[in-house]
């Protein structure tokens, strides 16, 4: 399974990305994130149905102590991308 996603709130520089790459590692999941220009986080997470949405809850909590999420969008398809890693852009 594939998600992307786009997430809203107080979510940039306050270690969002690094708190993602971290939960992707312990939920064995792939893909990347990036800060965009318009404040929100951008996500592509793949790896099997269940960890993909139990990943998705977790995202919904903020990740990290200083973070707010305001709006998560995701789109999600059956098709990979076959990423090898989770990383940060």
Do not use: C
Not at 11 to 21: E, K, L, M, P, Y
């Amino acid at each position: 399974m594939l998600a992307h996603v786009i997430v809203s709130g107080r979510v940039q520089g306050v270690g969002f990305r690094f708190s993602a790459q971290q939960l992707a590692a312990q939920y064995d999941l792939t893909g990347w994130v990036q800060n965009k220009s318009d404040g929100t986080v951008e996500l592509e997470i793949e790896g099997e149905h269940n960890k993909v949405h139990t990943f998705l809850n977790d995202l919904n909590k903020g990740l990290s102590p200083a973070a707010k999420v305001d709006d998560v969008k995701v789109d999600t398809q059956q098709d990979e991308k076959g990423y090898s890693s989770f990383f940060i852009k």
